[in-house]
């Protein structure tokens, strides 16, 4: 008969936060080396690092906000659990090669806050998807910035939202041949997409304030540590988030990101030493932020949970 566990759930919780915070710890310590993330942090000016983590943090409190809102159904008082599952996969997609840390989405929310499969993975390519859509627009924006015809982007913003009615005409189609298999697990799928247009809507406008936020604060940590415009550093900071979202890429994105943010600016003057350096500044502090974000997650969601208890 196999030997029951004597060690309260509580502490059994707690051990494996501590144990995973650990690994991120020496993760990055293998990876980049912490005193090279803190010597990036003290390359900025005072003022400028009092700004730069709050708001990089605040970028990820959005895309909890955002994981939030849309599984609201289920996740009734959850809000720090969620985002103790939202720091964890942004951190493991950090740090994973070949986007791997993607998988830990559905494994988290079903571990974590008893979501299933047939409702998260159908969320997270939604959610990846705009993703693209709003980088798209943004580097569109970014790139007329210097002509009159930016205002023609208005029309494009609501396209996305068309997604709705078409996610409608679909499932109606397959509702038509719904006894076989395939066209049953498709249909189920379909189910944890949004059915209001308000909650595509929260969606939609989510994912642009995260990335409006997040690339906004990269392309001004890049453009003061290069000295390159502040547009042409918005490029950068976009060649190394899509960097992010090649189906290859090195553990953390080393080499790869740093590339993205070269490639980026170099589209609008030579690249240099200097933005180089930068790039690789930048990448160590977006790397600190996530996994310090992760780890603080794991202590809250430990002190929210044994508060729950007391």
């Known amino acids: 008969m196999p030997?029951?566990?004597?060690?309260?759930?509580?502490?059994?919780?707690?051990?494996?936060?501590?144990?995973?915070?650990?690994?991120?710890?020496?993760?990055?310590?293998?990876?980049?080396?912490?005193l090279a993330v803190i010597s990036a942090w003290q390359q900025l000016p005072p003022h400028l690092q009092l700004v730069a983590l709050p708001l990089l943090l605040g970028s990820y409190?959005?895309?909890?906000?955002?994981?939030?809102?849309?599984?609201?159904?289920?996740?009734?008082?959850?809000?720090?659990?969620?985002?103790?599952?939202?720091?964890?996969?942004?951190?493991?997609?950090?740090?994973?090669?070949?986007?791997?840390?993607e998988l830990s989405f559905p494994l988290l929310m079903r571990r974590h806050l008893g979501l299933g499969y047939s409702r998260t993975i159908p969320a997270l390519l939604l959610m990846r998807l705009?993703?693209?859509?709003?980088?798209?627009?943004?580097?569109?924006?970014?790139?007329?910035h210097a002509t009159q015809h930016r205002w023609w982007l208005l029309l494009l913003l609501p396209l996305p939202l068309a997604g709705l009615p078409l996610q409608g005409a679909v499932l109606r189609q397959l509702l038509m041949y719904?006894?076989?298999?395939?066209?049953?697990?498709?249909?189920?799928?379909?189910?944890?997409?949004?059915?209001?247009?308000?909650?595509?809507?929260?969606?939609?406008?989510?994912?642009?304030?995260?990335w409006v936020v997040k690339l906004g604060m990269l392309a001004w940590l890049l453009a003061v540590m290069s000295r390159v415009p502040l547009p042409h550093a918005f490029w950068g900071a976009l060649g190394g988030e899509l960097t992010s979202i090649l189906p290859i890429n090195p553990?953390?994105?080393?080499?790869?990101?740093?590339?993205?943010?070269?490639?980026?600016v170099a589209l609008w003057q030579p690249p240099s030493v200097t933005l180089l350096a930068a790039a690789v500044n930048?990448?160590?502090?977006?790397?600190?932020?996530?996994?310090?974000?992760?780890?603080?997650?794991?202590?809250?969601?430990?002190?929210?949970?044994?508060?729950?208890?007391?």
């Open 3 to 34: 030997r029951q566990s004597t060690m309260p759930p509580f502490l059994q919780s707690s051990l494996v936060a501590l144990l995973t915070v650990l690994l991120f710890a020496l993760a990055i310590e293998w990876l980049v080396g912490w």
């Open 61 to 101: 409190l959005l895309r909890a906000w955002r994981n939030y809102d849309y599984f609201s159904d289920k996740l009734n008082n959850q809000w720090w659990r969620c985002v103790h599952v939202t720091m964890l996969h942004n951190a493991l997609n950090n740090l994973l090669p070949l986007r791997s840390g």
């Open 130 to 144: 705009m993703d693209i859509v709003v980088l798209a627009l943004l580097a569109l924006f970014v790139s007329l």
């Open 178 to 210: 719904r006894r076989r298999t395939p066209v049953r697990l498709a249909v189920k799928a379909m189910a944890g997409l949004p059915r209001h247009f308000a909650a595509y809507c929260r969606c939609y406008l989510m994912t642009w304030l995260n």
């Open 251 to 264: 553990p953390a994105g080393l080499g790869s990101y740093e590339a993205g943010i070269v490639a980026g």
């Open 282 to 310: 930048v990448h160590l502090l977006l790397l600190g932020s996530s996994l310090l974000a992760a780890m603080s997650a794991m202590l809250i969601d430990i002190g929210v949970s044994r508060a729950r208890r007391l």
